[in-house]
């Protein structure tokens, strides 16, 4: 019996600003079944907050204690492992204000890093790759703050997180010792203390196989796929994580619901 809900925020619930057709009235349901949601984002430049004051524009009620993000899983990773380390950042100041807000400590000086953290930045040029090069070429531990190489906006898919972090990968002799956001253990622990439900009562959906659904299946999660975002039929075919149902949007929620009945 599906008890919690985690729901992708971008391709799923929202493109842009603007609500997914059909997303405001499942989130609505889901409310009326009683069912815990948590709203989990691969964004890392938006805090809580601001993706309360994003959905209530869409039409869509949600607490900040509902949200979750790909900062949110960075932050609780670098307070285990890097509580007390200089950081070089390469990322937006939404980002840097969420790592020193959590009392990490940010250094411009790339000579100073003692650890790094590569996210996405859309000023992101050939000065910030050798920056990096000379922060982290070293050996330097870093993490990237989630894996989405591209990401839909209002219009188009724009480059993410990922893109950034696989150019930085190209130019370094290691690799980043842990990639955050979905799918990775950070965050699915994230989620399910936030829905405070068991993962064999939690359903997944989202617009993506490889962090969405991945999620879900490693953590023995129901998942569901909806058509609205990255993935489509093929790249189902294609993928080694396969949903157990795949939905045109989240209008067919209501389906899921009737089939995990007890």
């Known amino acids: 019996m599906i008890r919690g809900v985690v729901l992708d925020v971008d391709g799923t619930v929202v493109r842009g600003n603007d609500p997914i057709p059909g997303a405001p009235a ?3 349901r889901l409310r009326d079944r009683s069912v815990s949601v948590c709203f989990c984002s691969n964004n890392p430049t938006k805090g809580p907050p601001a993706y309360v004051e994003r959905l209530a524009g869409a039409g869509i009620d949600a607490d900040e204690t ?3 993000t790909a900062a949110d899983s ?3 990773y670098l307070r285990e492992h890097h509580a007390d380390d200089a950081l070089f950042v390469l990322g937006e100041s939404g980002l840097v204000e969420q790592l020193t807000a959590a009392g990490l400590t940010v250094v411009d000086d790339y000579a100073a890093a003692e650890a790094g953290v590569v996210s996405i930045d859309r ?3 050939y000065d910030d790759l050798a920056a990096a090069l000379w922060a982290l070429g070293d050996g330097t531990p870093y993490v990237g703050t989630d894996p989405d190489r591209v990401i839909p906006a209002a219009d188009a898919f724009v480059p993410g997180s990922g893109a950034v972090l696989n150019a930085v990968r190209g130019v370094l002799d290691h690799e980043p010792d842990a990639v955050l956001g979905k799918p990775s253990a950070t965050a699915r622990d994230l989620v399910l203390d936030c829905l405070g439900v068991p993962a064999g009562d939690c359903l997944v959906v989202g617009d993506r196989l490889d962090t969405d659904v991945a999620l879900g299946a490693d953590a023995g ?3 569901a796929l909806v058509l609205t975002g990255v993935a489509d039929r093929d790249d189902v075919a294609a ?4 949903p157990d149902y795949v939905l045109e949007d989240l209008s067919d929620l209501d389906d899921v619901f009737a089939a995990e009945a007890p």
Do not use: G, I, Q
């Open 74 to 76: 960075t932050v609780a």
């Open 66 to 68: 509902a949200v979750v």
């Open 221 to 223: 999660m129901t998942t």
């Open 123 to 125: 000023s992101f040029d």
């Open 26 to 28: 499942a989130v609505a």
């Open 239 to 242: 993928s080694p994580y396969e």
